[in-house]
């Protein structure tokens, strides 16, 4: 698995099956064409990591990354542009239209990790256009 443009000395990104999260969250975004999308949950583990949304601008959001594994954890920031998949059906499964994390080859373009949580901030200000 490539690692794209990752800041040296955080742990590794998670794949997009790893991120992709099931969850019993019922809230729903709604984009201008009045569609439903499940959000994104804004707490969530995986992969040994916990993350938690800090901020949110529009599509583009700042998670918390704290390895779970150690008594004293890093922390590094993971700031994201939300993407959107549509809904579909597989083996007669319904699967809902939902927000999703950048996947690891979008790293670099739609998903930074930094260290530094102001950096962070700068970087969504950034990304959202603010």
């Not at 019993?24 to 569609?35: I, Q, R």
């Not at 993350?51 to 704290?66: F, K, L, S």
């Amino acid at each position: 698995m490539s690692l794209g443009h990752k800041t040296i000395n955080c742990p590794p990104t998670l794949s997009q099956a790893d991120l992709d999260t099931k969850t019993s969250a019922t809230v729903e975004a709604w984009s201008n064409k009045g569609h439903s999308w499940k959000a994104l949950p804004t707490r969530f583990r995986r992969a040994g990591f916990k993350y938690r949304q800090i901020a949110r601008e529009g599509d583009c959001a700042i998670y918390e990354q704290r390895w779970s594994g150690c008594r004293n954890p890093s922390v590094c920031y993971e700031v994201i542009c939300i993407r959107r998949r549509e809904g579909f059906e597989i083996d007669g499964r319904c699967v809902e239209s939902a927000e999703v994390y950048p996947n690891s080859n979008d790293w670099g373009v739609d998903g930074f990790t930094l260290t530094d949580k102001d950096a962070a901030f700068v970087k969504l200000r950034e990304i959202a256009g603010c």
